[in-house]
């Protein structure tokens, strides 16, 4: 089985499809931006929501 499609199964079997997972995903975004100060560098969480922000638009085309 090819990692693609083991990440689609994945995403399946947890969330029963992708645009779950983007919903999923964006509530993680939403609540990074409650941290509270100095839990981790700025560059840090701009990663995290870039990398989350990926998947999302990734999982809605």
Same mark, same amino acid.
């Given at each position: 089985?090819?990692?693609?499609? %083991? ?18 995903l ?15 560098d ?12 990926? %998947? ?6």
């Open positions: 089985m090819e990692k693609v499609e %083991i990440v689609w199964q994945w995403m399946e079997d947890w969330y029963g499809s992708p645009e779950e997972l983007a919903k999923v964006d509530l993680a975004l939403e609540m990074l931006f409650y941290l509270e100060e100095d839990t981790f700025r560059k840090e969480v701009h990663e995290v929501v870039a990398a989350l922000r990926g %998947i999302v638009v990734g999982l809605r085309k």
